[in-house]
């Protein structure tokens, strides 16, 4: 890969708090692993760069350091490379050599270009991020002072939010079965949205909060989606009716409703499934006397990660000409929940190899990072790309975590050069679902967080 092709970012959004665009993660890593990977890893090289454009410092002039400064110096007099861009790079190449393992490095300017996209395409809705995607606090205030709205499953959570300045009303709560505690603690902070799919969760808003704000969470089908989220919550079509009349004899207000399409949906259609059945919905609503106007569809818009995923515009398209057909669109209050979308392909993780293997003929490749403190959407579907500073002959391998537990298997028939113990692995999009379901198992830390 050419010096130049490193730089390269993808454009700005032309929101001035953007710097740059997406973080070519992969663009990085080559950088890093292309240039006496195995010298320079570990190697502070920030004062050639982090300096004045022209400092005074004298190199040899056929020096790696020398040619990078150059060159960096050409790009900027250029226009080709805004300085901050160029810091903000440097940084991350400089934390990916120095830093231990397991290392998750989220980079600050991708995370706001996904959310800017976002509202780009989808201009009259809510944006509430899901905080369960990646509840870092300083990602948090990243999209809290980006202007997002938040949704919340928990008293953690919750708190997270208020501790950085979120009010109570940008947050809503999704999760159709909550504790009665913290319904109470919804009702305290005057967090007024909350969803409900059974009779029980009625009883109990009616109880604790009974002027809430509720919305049914219907049940999609999508066996596009990567990661569903069907069977354990929602509401099928056929028994909206039933809660409908048990919400009004018990004077508990519903005033819209919710679908997820599942995680990871590389499907359009799956929401224009979703929102004809959400228009019968409202119907049956209005049936029973509620002024149905909250209209949330959920998240799952895919990113990439082995394959390249359905563009955003696809889903707009879709989206719009389905809610177009309700009874007066422009009364609708339109939110959605998008997680992965946002941090997903933000997010670097770095790993060590601490061992290889061969057994009965397959090749085995262990990290200080698996299933159980990282990895763990891997056995959900989730398929990650992965590269290395290694120089070994190409193989097939069947990739482990450091647990003691069998089961403990990231991935299988990933192609990479055959490594030494201490290199790295780098895994591309592991922004979203990674350390949130890490725990300390068998004694192994889950990653770091550095947010640039």
């Known amino acids: 890969m050419a010096t130049s092709d490193f730089w390269k970012i993808s454009e700005s959004t032309g929101n001035s708090s953007v710097v740059g665009g997406d973080m070519q993660w992969s663009m990085v890593v080559e950088k890093l692993i292309s240039q006496n990977s195995h010298n320079e890893i570990g190697r502070d090289v920030r004062p050639f760069y982090l300096g004045p454009v022209h400092p005074i410092r004298e190199m040899h002039e056929n020096s790696y350091e020398e040619q990078m400064r150059r060159r960096t110096i050409q790009l900027i007099e250029n226009q080709e490379l805004n300085y901050r861009d160029m810091e903000r790079l440097v940084e991350a190449t400089h934390l990916l050599r120095c830093s231990k393992t397991p290392l998750l490095l989220m980079d600050k300017a991708t995370i706001l270009h996904k959310y800017k996209e976002l509202e780009s395409h989808f201009p009259e809705y809510k944006i509430c991020y899901a905080v369960k995607a990646n509840d870092h606090v300083e990602i948090l205030r990243i999209l809290a002072e980006a202007g997002s709205c938040f949704e919340v499953a928990s008293k953690p959570e919750l708190l997270k939010l208020l501790d950085v300045g979120v009010e109570a009303r940008r947050i809503i709560t999704s999760h159709p079965i909550k504790s009665p505690h913290f319904i109470q603690l919804c009702r305290e ?26 919305y049914l969470r219907l049940e999609i089908e999508n066996p596009e989606s990567s990661w569903p989220l069907s069977d354990k919550f929602g509401l099928l079509l056929e028994e909206v009716e039933e809660i409908l009349n048990y919400a009004a004899s018990q004077n508990v207000n519903v005033c819209g409703l919710t679908f997820h399409t599942g995680s990871q949906n590389n499907s359009s259609e799956s929401f224009r499934r979703a929102l004809t059945i ?62 992965r979308r946002i941090v997903a392909e933000a997010g670097l993780m770095m790993t060590t190899v601490i061992g290889t293997a061969q057994r009965r003929g397959k090749n085995w490749l262990y990290l200080d990072v698996g299933l159980f403190n990282g990895l763990m959407e891997s056995i959900g579907g989730i398929k990650y790309s ?67």
């Open 189 to 214: 902070l005057h967090v007024e949205y909350l969803c409900i799919d059974s009779k029980d969760e009625i009883d109990k808003i009616k109880r604790i909060y009974p002027s809430a704000k509720t």
């Open 278 to 339: 959400s228009r019968e919905v409202f119907e049956m609503g209005k049936a029973q006397g509620f002024d149905m106007t909250l209209l949330n569809i959920g998240g799952g818009f895919p990113v990439d990660y082995f394959e390249a995923c359905r563009e955003l515009s696809d889903f707009q398209k879709t989206i719009s000409e389905e809610v177009e057909k309700f009874p007066n669109p422009e009364r609708l209050i339109l939110q959605m929940e998008p997680g």
């Open 386 to 452: 992965y590269k290395t500073n290694a120089n070994g002959e190409l193989k097939n391998w069947i990739i482990a975590g450091p647990s003691c537990d069998s089961m403990d298997i990231v991935d299988r028939n990933v192609l990479l050069a055959t490594p030494k113990i201490g290199d790295k692995v780098f895994i591309l999009s592991a922004g979203a679902y990674t350390t949130v379901y890490a725990a300390n198992f068998n004694g192994y830390l889950a990653p770091e967080i550095t947010v640039i």
